[in-house]
């Protein structure tokens, strides 16, 4: 009897640790569709809000954003924290430009965080320099209280702000500003356009001392340098096999397509080089497009080919079966699989070339961000 007894409570106690994980899994499932933002544990992301000085002094610095926004990106897809790769969301403003709203701060969200690379490059590319009152203090504040930053300790959360007016204009104090993002676990990283003792004195050192982030000095109107290798043709040649892979569908699909062919040809426009890093980090697992493309649609544990409409599908696929979709869909995915390994084999060549050519880099913002990222990285156990 007593057997039997210990027998029946273990089974009940079992059955009750099944129900506890059924509900925690429950109650986990409800919060992510309460907020789209949450993400599993073992999920990392890099988190970076780009403030971009658009008054009239800066059309250098904005060149090479727009100049080197792929190397960055290409870089940062090599990242790894405890053997998994991390996601990347970035989001951009504009501030001292007399063109924006006075009442605002002469500061404007151009992007909130985003994954979707070509939007990214395309807002980028759509920023013009005038005016004007550069905020620091305000611009940061803004992008605390706008973005979606989040809660959890494993995500590197980073504002690069660059300029070169004093740190301490505007009426929101930068020291108040730095305190909230220090609070919030985001590092605050100023780069100041000019002489490194210059923005010593007007506070643009001190601005990323308070929250634990680095303080940099660029040549903004440096011109961007490039290397070019043996093997940029062949990559080039495989991004146009790689533009062949994917499958618009839906309301987006068209107009993204030609996006994706636009922010190719703005790579192209600074050089073959630069058009070669887009390439890159198009093969790399940063560039999705799930909205948009069905290759990367599929891989969703939710995704269904029964629930697709036929009018938001391309013309070769209207007249198919779900299951004609999906084996057209797996090939091209095979396909676009081998192209992207193909092109990051190739890329391990360029990178030795382009170490082996430059001893060192004069790129400025590209430079001064991949060094701080990786320094600050490195306290939360990312690798590269």
């Known amino acids: ?6 027998t029946m409570a273990l089974i009940v106690a079992l059955f009750s640790a099944m129900a506890c994980n059924a509900n925690e899994k429950k109650n986990l499932e409800t919060i992510a569709l309460l907020n789209p933002e949450a993400h599993e544990p073992s999920q990392r992301f890099i988190k970076v809000a780009l403030l971009l000085d658009t008054s009239n002094s800066m059309d250098g610095l904005i060149d090479q954003a727009k100049a080197q926004l792929w190397d960055i990106v290409s870089e940062l897809s090599f990242a790894k924290c405890e053997n998994k790769k991390p996601n990347l969301q970035i989001a951009l403003y504009e501030y001292g430009n007399d063109n924006l709203n006075s009442a605002e701060g002469y500061i404007r969200q151009v992007l909130g965080f985003s994954s979707d690379l070509d939007e990214i490059s395309k807002q980028l590319f759509s920023l013009t320099t005038n005016g004007g009152n550069e905020f620091c203090g305000q611009v940061i504040q803004t992008s605390l209280n706008q973005l979606k930053w989040g809660d959890h300790k494993n995500d590197l959360k980073l504002i690069f ?3 070169n007016e004093p740190f301490t204009q505007g009426k929101i104090n930068y020291q108040d500003a730095a305190k909230q993002a220090h609070q ?5 990283n100023t780069i100041f356009c000019g002489d490194y003792n210059q923005g010593i004195s007007t506070y643009w050192k001190d601005g990323a001392d308070r929250t634990h982030g680095n303080y940099m000095a660029i040549k903004h109107n440096d011109v961007t340098t490039y290397v070019a290798t043996p093997y940029d043709d062949r ?11 994917y499958v618009a569908y839906g309301s987006m699909g068209k107009q993204k397509v030609i996006q994706q062919a ?8 600074y050089s073959e080089a630069n058009a070669v890093s887009r390439t890159v980090s198009k093969s790399s697992h940063l560039y999705k497009n799930s909205s948009w493309d069905l290759v990367d649609a599929a891989e969703s544990e939710d995704f269904e ?3 697709l409409k036929k009018n938001e599908l391309p013309k070769e696929l209207k ?5 004609q979709i999906k084996a057209y869909v797996e090939a091209k995915g095979k396909e676009r699989s081998a192209i992207q390994t193909e092109i990051q084999q ?3 060549k360029r990178r030795t070339y382009i170490l082996s050519q430059q001893k060192q880099s004069s790129n400025g913002l590209e430079n001064a961000m991949l060094t701080a990222i990786k320094s600050q990285a490195s306290k939360k156990n990312y690798s590269w």
């Open 305 to 307: 080919y029964d629930t």
């Open 184 to 188: 919030n676990d985001v590092s605050v």
């Open 235 to 245: 990559i080039l040649k495989l991004n146009q096999k790689l533009n062949k892979t």
């Open 262 to 269: 636009q922010q190719d040809t703005n790579a192209m426009g």
């Open 161 to 163: 702000i660059a300029g």
């Open 346 to 348: 190739l890329n391990e």
């Open 1 to 6: 009897m007593k057997h039997f007894m210990k």
């Open 319 to 323: 007249d198919k079966s779900p299951s």
